[in-house]
């Protein structure tokens, strides 16, 4: 993603990966606390990995302040997928640069169940998020 123009938004961005039924998902953390990599199987992918470099400034050269958050979660199927992050979104979290101005927003935070929910769990929910202020660069490798 690159942002263009002076404007300092702030945004979340979401990477969902998950499973249906079948196939393997392995999270690789750094620091304990940001997702850094996903290893797993599928029979239609096989053996695959997908890395979540840290993000940049728009010419790409320097780190950019970003706020990471995860989430690991099982679901009833694909289809609850959405549910489930919004159960899990907690407005406790401030973004608070070095420096520059805090601002409080949503993130994933403990997994607590849907309510209501009786179907038995089918999928493995993994999610990156990544809360950063534009312009920045995000890069995602998949192989």
């Known amino acids: 993603l690159q942002g263009a123009g002076s404007q300092a938004s702030l945004v ?18 750094e620091d304990g606390t940001r997702l850094a990599a996903v290893t797993g199987t599928s029979e239609e992918l096989g053996d695959f990995k997908i890395t979540f ?10 780190p950019k302040y970003s ?3 995860y989430l690991d979660a099982w679901s009833p199927g694909l289809h609850r997928l959405t549910d489930v ?15 520059g101005p805090r601002q409080r ?14 179907e038995a769990p089918r999928s ?11 312009p920045a660069r995000v890069e995602v490798t998949f192989e």
Request: aromatic share 12%; hydrophobic share 40%.
């Open 12 to 29: 979340s961005l979401f990477f969902y990966v998950a499973t249906d039924g079948q196939g393997t998902l392995q999270p690789h953390l």
């Open 53 to 62: 470099l840290r993000p940049t400034t728009e010419s790409g050269e320097d």
């Open 67 to 69: 706020s990471y958050h």
């Open 85 to 99: 992050v919004r159960s899990s979104l907690s407005d406790r979290f401030v973004f608070s640069p070095p420096g």
């Open 105 to 118: 927003f949503l993130a994933v935070d403990t997994f607590r169940g849907l309510p209501g929910a009786a």
């Open 124 to 134: 493995r929910l993994l999610l990156h998020q990544v809360t950063l202020r534009l």
